[in-house]
């Protein structure tokens, strides 16, 4: 299946997950030790605009995080932009930009920031998350494949065992170091 087509899966789970922050949700603590419910949001909606640059083979800069104080407005739209720009043509061939390394995988990590970050912020929240199921396929290959380099690179950290009733997606989120049952 197209990644275009994925992502626009993805950010048809994420846009009412999103829509259903409150204003009163934004200090709370998320699975990411690092960001509570604001930072976590500018992260992801960060990854969004940068995501798009990289689909046009453009450098992405990720040496700081801005705050997006219209991030409400902005997750509709800017995500929109995502799913267009890894629709063009050529978007997931040769090398994407700065992060050098295949474009088809480089979009591939996209699609996995905004289905488990998305569920960091359910989580988070007290929403329920459940991916589309062509999404989840596709983001448990990329786990399986980039397991290793991603928690020596500190994007997971090492597994956690899951629980033995847990779903398929919750046994995902154990393998990337998180609490599937996680809450503050």
């Known amino acids: 299946m197209k990644l275009s087509v994925l992502l626009d899966r993805a950010r048809d789970h994420a846009l009412p997950v999103i829509a259903n922050i409150t204003d009163d949700d ?3 603590p998320t699975p990411c030790a690092d960001y509570d419910v604001r930072a976590l949001l500018d992260h992801l909606l960060h990854v969004v605009v940068e995501f798009q640059k990289l689909a046009a083979k ?3 800069d990720f040496s700081h995080t801005p705050s997006y104080p219209d991030w409400r407005a902005q997750y509709p739209a ?3 932009k995502l799913v267009e720009a890894w629709g063009q043509p050529g978007a997931t061939e040769g090398i994407a930009g700065n992060m050098q390394m295949p ?3 480089v979009g591939g990590l996209v699609l996995l920031d ?7 912020l359910a ?3 007290g929403q329920r998350f459940e991916p589309d199921p062509e999404v989840f396929t596709e983001v448990e290959g990329l786990v399986k494949q980039m397991g290793p380099m991603a928690i020596e690179m500190n994007v997971f950290k090492a597994p956690v065992e899951a629980p033995a009733d847990a779903s398929p997606f919750e046994q995902l989120l154990a393998t990337t170091g998180r609490d599937p049952r996680w809450s503050a």
């Open 26 to 28: 934004l200090t709370k």
């Open 58 to 60: 453009q450098d992405a």
């Open 103 to 105: 474009a088809q995988t």
């Open 114 to 120: 905004l289905t488990i970050h998305v569920s960091d």
């Open 78 to 80: 800017e995500s929109a």
């Open 123 to 125: 989580q988070a929240t």
